[in-house]
């Protein structure tokens, strides 16, 4: 007995959404679950007028950068349209499509008060034939119900009286959605057809087709079984929209967000694995996942939370591995990927390794995505810091203590005999003491003088890092700024 096949079939028309992501993860997890599953990519891209290729190569990246390799595929859709229009063919012979030279304005010109929404079905039974303006509808039922038998949402029922006889092949004689993706999914032996809940209304007419193309061709491809996956919603509880929500993948792959954990988050997305913890390495997902056990409710798609999970990811790795995956960030000129519009603020002659893996482990437990680094360490890298003018006037041009611990700063650090981050600190406090200030408020005009900022990497580690000679000239220079 064969295992699961499934399919993501994505459209290339546009970034690659986030719920796109889930429903290829949720169509991964369920093949990866049994050993025997399959996973088939199919690019839908027989829409010429929406598609671009840069879009088909976005697909392929988001999907190698998450980790989700097919194990058939990927297939382009457009590559099979001598299928399409042979199945129209065969639905044709049969009599389950027929010809209609309907315009649009017609249809709505005949519709009266009251009158079901879609076509009327003018020509169901005029024996129109084929022409230049001619399309071909499916001849739909007119009695009973369709139900969807779908294994998140339990049976959905159609009426077969509201469904109209739908076009399955344009005038121009491009074969639709609706009957390519029959096809194709017949071709496959699509056992399972995982997608999000918007398609839940295409799934009858989908079984229709279906039910008549295995009469049409003598070919009894078993039905595959349906899962419609949860809506995606923002803060609002509002479908995730393109142009005010952040939807792209590649975002957040250009972000800095490791795929382990935006996989991580993903799977969450309707879904949980057993007990209360949601950090889980991708083994307790494959192994637990079921899609019998998704809700059927929407799910928020909360960046907080994902950039807080991606922190923990970052926390949980080696030194080495850190470092290691900070370079696209910190020196894409050496890096194979590089992520977009995010040069670093450096020449590469300035970027310095041997001083990025000094002051790593501390970087590491302040960030949330590696797209935060570059401006954490950008002071150590740069000939002159670039300077928050805010939080300088704060502390040192319109604060007379500020300018008194930089004054006293100067001249503690060039009598000092050891240069490591315990006798700056306690010179610091000594000088804050002496000040009547607490160590946290002598710090902040050293903090800002040196680095530019307000906020940064452990201060005293970082002027160790950063070496004598270079931290007393900068506080020279912001003593001279503030005169």
């Known amino acids: 007995m064969s295992g699961p096949r499934v399919r993501f079939a994505p459209s290339p028309t546009g970034y690659f959404h986030v719920g796109s992501a889930r429903t290829a993860l949720f169509n991964w997890l369920v093949a990866r679950h049994d050993a025997r599953g399959v996973f088939i990519l199919r690019v839908e891209d027989t829409d010429e007028s929406r598609n671009r290729e840069e879009w088909v190569e976005g697909i392929y990246s988001a999907m190698a950068w998450l980790g989700l390799a097919p194990d058939e595929g990927p297939f382009r859709q457009s590559d099979s349209k001598e299928a399409h229009q042979s199945a129209a063919g065969f639905l044709r012979q049969r009599g389950y499509l ?23 079905g003018f020509c169901r039974e005029r024996g129109v034939e084929r022409g230049e303006d001619t399309a071909l509808r499916f001849r739909t039922p007119r009695e009973g119900v369709t139900i969807v038998h779908d294994l998140i949402r339990g049976d959905v029922e159609f009426e077969n009286r509201l469904i109209d006889d739908f076009v399955v092949v344009k005038s121009s004689g491009v074969v639709l959605y609706a009957l390519a993706n029959v096809t194709d999914d017949r071709h496959d032996r699509i056992t399972h057809v995982i997608r999000g809940e918007e398609h839940l209304a295409n799934a009858p007419k989908q079984m229709m087709l279906w039910s008549a193309l295995s009469v049409a061709t003598d070919d009894d491809v078993p039905l595959p079984q349906y899962a419609h996956l949860p809506l995606l919603v923002n803060e609002q509880r509002k479908k995730l929209s393109k142009r005010k929500d952040p939807v792209a993948t590649e975002s957040y792959r250009d972000q800095g967000y490791l795929p382990d954990a935006f996989v991580n988050y993903l799977a969450l997305l309707g879904w949980s694995p057993r007990g209360a913890v949601e950090i889980v390495p991708l083994s307790t997902l494959i192994e637990e996942f079921r899609l019998e056990d998704v809700s059927h409710s929407p799910a928020f798609f909360d960046v907080k939370k994902l950039t807080h999970m991606n922190g923990e990811y970052i926390r949980a790795l080696s030194r080495e591995e850190f470092v290691r995956l900070s370079a696209p960030w910190l020196r894409p000129w050496s890096t194979p990927w590089q992520p977009s519009d995010r040069e670093p603020p450096w020449r590469e002659d300035q970027f310095n390794e041997a001083t990025y893996e000094r002051i790593a482990p501390f970087i590491q437990e302040r960030v949330a995505t590696f797209a935060e680094i570059p401006a954490m360490v950008e002071f150590f890298f740069l000939d002159e810091p670039r300077v928050d003018e805010t939080g300088f006037a704060k502390v040192v ?13 100067v001249e503690a650090f060039e009598r000092l005999d ?54 007393i000239q900068r506080l020279r220079d912001a003593l001279a700024r503030a005169a």
């Open 98 to 120: 027929y010809y209609c030279d309907c315009t649009p304005a017609m249809v709505e010109e005949r519709k009266g008060p009251g009158a079901p929404p879609g076509y009327d």
């Open 397 to 409: 041009t319109n604060d007379p203590l500020g300018r008194a611990v930089l004054k006293a700063a």
């Open 418 to 471: 050891a240069w490591d981050s315990s006798v700056l600190h306690e010179t610091v406090a000594a000088i804050g003491e002496a000040n009547g200030l607490a160590l946290r408020k002598a710090q902040a005009p050293v903090r800002c003088a040196v680095t530019g900022t307000l906020v940064g990497p452990p201060l005293f580690e970082s002027l160790e890092v950063l070496g004598r000679e270079s931290t």
